[in-house]
């Protein structure tokens, strides 16, 4: 099965799907943030790993305390997810931090700044002419 075949892309969606339900309802480790959700998931073509890419809203601290959490909830979300999602090899689960909506974020407020001084140059030149 290659990488992008139309069978990889449908399990990454479903194992998407179901480890976000079972992250926002399962999973009861304090450390695990409500505000984590799970942004995109690449199983390996041989079904044996899966990357698991997760956004947690909050300061790095609650990053490294819900990704720890959920290292250490890994396999109770596999065998969950063997429950769920029929395979014929349920995935080992490799959690990483995904940072690119808080880089979109970032870049967008440097955007909003640097088109709020452009406003401000062109009004400072609009009342200098008068």
């Known amino acids: 099965m290659r990488k992008n075949s139309i069978k990889n892309?449908?399990?990454n969606s479903e194992v998407q799907k179901e480890l976000g339900?079972?992250?926002r309802d399962g999973v009861k480790d304090p450390r695990?943030?409500?505000?984590?959700s799970?942004?995109?998931v690449e199983v390996a073509p041989d079904l044996k790993t899966a990357k698991v890419y997760i956004s947690v809203l909050g300061d790095d601290d609650a990053k490294q305390e819900t990704l720890q959490g959920l290292r250490n909830a890994a396999s109770y979300l596999r065998r969950e997810l063997a429950h769920t999602v029929n395979l014929r090899n349920t995935p080992e689960l490799i959690f990483k931090l995904d940072t690119s909506i808080?880089?979109?974020n970032m870049m967008s407020k440097k955007i909003d700044e640097v088109i709020s001084s452009m406003d401000d140059?062109?009004?400072?030149?609009i009342s200098d002419n008068d």
């Open 102 to 104: 808080e880089y979109g």
């Open 32 to 36: 695990v943030s409500p505000l984590t």
């Open 9 to 11: 892309v449908r399990i």
């Open 21 to 23: 339900e079972l992250i």
């Open 121 to 125: 140059k062109e009004d400072d030149k």
């Open 38 to 40: 799970v942004t995109d």
